[in-house]
């Protein structure tokens, strides 16, 4: 199982970006699959992510309704779709495979991906 992360940058706060995660050895379909952030001197928290049971998705309170998770089967590829970003949301963004999907999820997941640094900063 492989996870590769990409799309990080610097934005201004209010801007968007699209954050990919790019799956190898395993289908997307086979494991709950999502996004997790830490922000400097923080411990790692959940973002968002997609159940492998019946495809419902979950998001951290404080993402919810500015972050979109989706998935496209045919690339294999996990996507974050983040609007209206603001300086607390500056953070390495991990995917991740395999874990728990649901309220209050934790970063206790099996397989990880390298990080994307994205920074919100006028």
């Known amino acids: 199982v492989q996870l590769q992360a990409s799309g990080g940058g610097l934005v201004q706060p209010g801007g968007s970006l699209r954050l990919s995660c790019a799956a190898s050895?395993?289908?997307?379909?086979?494991?709950?699959i999502g996004w997790f952030r830490q922000a400097p001197g923080k411990e790692r928290e959940g973002a968002s992510c997609i159940d492998s049971s019946d495809g419902s998705s979950y998001y951290a309170d404080s993402v919810k309704g500015r972050f979109t998770i989706s998935r496209d089967n045919a690339k294999n590829t996990l996507y974050l779709q983040m609007n209206n970003l603001k300086p607390e949301d500056t953070a390495v963004y991990y995917c991740?495979?395999?874990?728990?999907?649901?309220?209050?999820?934790?970063?206790?997941?099996?397989?990880w991906g390298q990080g994307t640094q994205v920074t919100v900063s006028s």
């Open positions: 050895g395993f289908t997307l379909d086979d494991y709950a």
């Open positions: 991740a495979a395999e874990g728990y999907c649901g309220l209050g999820f934790l970063p206790a997941w099996d397989y």
